[in-house]
């Protein structure tokens, strides 16, 4: 608000006795305790995540933002500012608010890779990730994935502000922060995982990176576009790498995608995904490069598996989603 009027609205426990408006912000609890009256108003959103944002008349002027959990309050001041009409000197809500919101799916994410194939991510510094992060938290994202340092790209770039293993340790840590989902999209980049001796490097590579984050939620590895293995070595792979995973952060899942997979290798991974039923897999995502479509793969697939749609919006020319001309 501060950046956008030149007015910086005083910050208060309490409701101020001078005070010509209000925003009042917290979850019931919170705000049971700060200004009872006020939060006696305002019903607690039902499901997690949500949150309710309502106008209240009088005096003095008062927006009341109740979140369900520390995450939907979050969300609750993003509905508010995107509300907000905001000019040199001046804050207004010109019709009033009266909003109660839940999300419609429990993961909305973005990647921010930072790497050199982008031509933005790899100058950025540790205050602009927070930034971009505090941005997509206005429109409800609770999910940020970055990469490892080792992918489908050049280990530098003159631009980098840290090494990326560090930046990707930092970035993990604004997460937990602003308490967002912090996940890792991790291509399994060697040639042959039927060779244990590549196997027993890529648990030792891996858990170097897994060491260096304070927080990781989950991972979720491609099938291809980068790294095509096939899915007999690629699953035994997972399953030791999510043992793996384990050992710094016992609570993450491990998700993965069948992308750019051959009919051959889609009917062996489904084979393994019927028969076997791998409990250590969360999910699947349906990503780019798919042979089945979404109600397909649903249908194929055994039902405790969740499904992530995972849209390819990032490039303009050729991709899933092409920009004309």
Request: aromatic share 8%; hydrophobic share 40%.
């Amino acid at each position: 608000i501060e950046k956008r009027t030149f007015v910086r609205p005083a910050i208060a426990n309490g409701v101020p006795a001078d005070a010509q408006a209000l925003i009042a912000v917290g979850t019931k609890e919170s705000l049971g305790k700060a200004a009872p009256a006020l939060a006696g108003k305002v019903e607690k959103p039902g499901a997690a995540e949500g949150y309710t944002v309502r106008a209240i008349e009088g005096k003095p002027a008062t927006v009341v933002i109740i979140g369900a959990d520390a995450r939907g309050t979050l969300f609750g001041v993003g509905r508010l500012l995107r509300e907000l009409r905001m000019t040199r000197g001046s804050i207004t809500l010109p019709n009033g608010i009266d909003v109660t919101s839940s999300p419609k799916v429990p993961l909305r994410g973005h990647q921010g890779g930072y790497r050199p194939k982008v031509n933005t991510y790899d100058g950025w510094t540790v205050d602009m990730y927070e930034q971009y992060i505090r941005d997509m938290i206005v429109f409800g994202t609770n999910v940020i994935e970055l990469i490892p340092p080792r992918s489908d790209d050049a280990p530098d770039s003159p631009h980098f502000t840290l090494s990326p293993i560090d930046m990707l340790a930092r970035v993990s840590q604004l997460a937990i922060d602003y308490d967002i989902q912090f996940w890792i999209w991790y291509p399994a980049m060697d040639k042959d995982y039927g060779d244990k001796a590549t196997v027993d490097k890529a648990i030792e590579e891996w858990a170097a990176v897994f060491e260096k984050a304070p927080r990781i939620d989950a991972l979720l590895v491609p099938g291809g576009d980068p790294g095509h293995t096939e899915p007999k070595y690629l699953m035994p792979l997972l399953e030791k790498q999510t043992e793996n995973l384990h050992r710094t952060h016992p609570n993450a899942q491990m998700w993965m995608s069948p992308q750019g997979f051959t009919k051959e290798w889609m009917d062996q991974w489904l084979a393994i995904m019927q028969k076997e039923q791998p409990k250590w897999l969360t999910g699947v995502a349906f990503a780019p490069q798919n042979r089945l479509s979404l109600s397909d793969m649903r249908a194929a697939i055994p039902k405790q598996y969740q499904i992530r749609h995972y849209p390819d919006i990032t490039h303009t020319y050729s991709c899933q989603y092409p920009v004309q001309d």
